[in-house]
């Protein structure tokens, strides 16, 4: 997703990405079945995290959404300038002329530029009469972005440890 050079290139790759994330959960269910007796109650505490957790949760839900109906699961929001004092404790401004949303005169403390190009941003979907927002949190922790790389990176981690666990558990082995 990070290399994609355009924005459909982008949102094909999450969707991939979202798909790939059940492929893994489903293969792993069917590589144990062998062992359900026993894989099935171990496998209780992630699958309720599936369910619980606000990044687990989503990325399921968008899944879902991308598969089975015809919503978006991303939009581009709009780049934007921001500006701040260089110093943190703020500063002063004497004179601040903008035009057209650039600043054509600047007379005080110095102050930085911050550009953000427009970017994707995952978006709010419905399922089965049920509306699923972009996560905040994963694992207790805050999320502080909405972007879907960001949010596969954090997804993919989880579901890389939920194999490991269960090669690990089930097989002896582990990469």
């Given amino acids: 997703m990070s290399g994609a050079k355009s924005f459909g290139q982008f949102e094909a790759e999450w969707r991939t990405f979202l798909n790939c994330l059940e492929k893994a959960w489903v293969k792993?269910?069917?590589?144990?079945?062998?062992?359900?007796?026993?894989?099935q109650p171990?496998?209780?505490?992630?699958?309720?995290?599936?369910?619980?957790?606000?990044?687990l949760r989503y990325l399921k839900q968008a899944r879902d959404a991308d598969n089975h109906s015809v919503q978006d699961i991303t939009k581009i929001a709009p780049g934007s300038v921001g500006y701040h004092f260089v110093n943190p404790a703020g500063g002063?401004?004497?004179?601040?002329?903008?035009?057209?949303g650039l600043v054509e005169h600047y007379?005080?403390?110095?102050?930085?530029?911050?550009?953000?190009p427009p970017h994707p941003v995952?978006?709010?979907?419905?399922?089965n009469g049920e509306w699923y927002d972009p996560p905040t949190s994963h694992l207790g922790q805050p999320v502080n972005t909405s972007h879907p790389a960001d949010l596969a990176r954090l997804g993919l981690t989880?579901?890389?440890s939920f194999v490991a666990q269960a090669e690990r558990k089930f097989f002896g082995s582990a990469p």
């Fill in 107 to 116: 007379e005080g403390d110095p102050m930085v530029a911050e550009v953000r």
């Fill in 42 to 55: 171990w496998q209780g505490q992630f699958h309720h995290m599936r369910k619980k957790d606000m990044l």
């Fill in 28 to 39: 792993t269910e069917r590589a144990c079945q062998p062992f359900a007796a026993t894989f």
């Fill in 92 to 100: 002063y401004i004497k004179e601040m002329r903008v035009v057209n």
């Fill in 158 to 160: 989880y579901y890389q």
């Fill in 122 to 127: 995952a978006v709010r979907v419905k399922n």
